[in-house]
């Protein structure tokens, strides 16, 4: 992380990454851009939680880095887009709470458009 004019720039979201900005007390919302240096796995592990919770708050910090950041951030983006609406309270709680009950029950609810992947 680097703290520059008062701005808050996180480099890479290697694994841990959350873990420590929530331990030190760093506020995501105060999060000014992020930067990949390259995209390795080590660089890059903690982007699946961290850039989803920081759109969540509304934070739309720019986020740069070399070829394939934006098919990084795309693919999150898409994935989690349904997750994102309901944190956001654009979906209706009624249809999970539903299909959960029923799971509860014991029955097997599959969604339209669940995978099974073996």
């Known amino acids: 992380m ?7 720039i996180l480099v890479d979201l290697g694994e841990g990454t959350t873990d420590q900005l929530d331990s030190n007390g760093v506020r995501l919302n105060g999060v000014a851009g992020v930067c990949f240096t ?10 699946i939680s961290l850039l989803p919770k920081l759109w969540q708050m509304g934070n739309a910090a720019p986020i ?4 394939g950041t ?6 999150l983006r898409g ?3 349904e ?15 539903t ?7 014991g029955e097997i609810v599959f969604a339209k458009d669940m995978q099974v992947i073996r």
Do not use: C, Q
């Open 64 to 67: 740069v880095g070399p070829k």
């Open 83 to 97: 997750d994102l609406d309901y944190r956001k309270g654009k979906v209706d709680e009624t249809a999970t709470l």
């Open 99 to 105: 299909a959960m009950s029923k799971i509860y029950k």
């Open 2 to 8: 680097i703290s520059f004019a008062g701005k808050l």
């Open 38 to 47: 390259h995209h390795h796995r080590d660089h890059n592990a903690d982007a």
């Open 70 to 75: 934006r098919d990084l951030v795309g693919f």
């Open 79 to 81: 994935f989690y887009s």
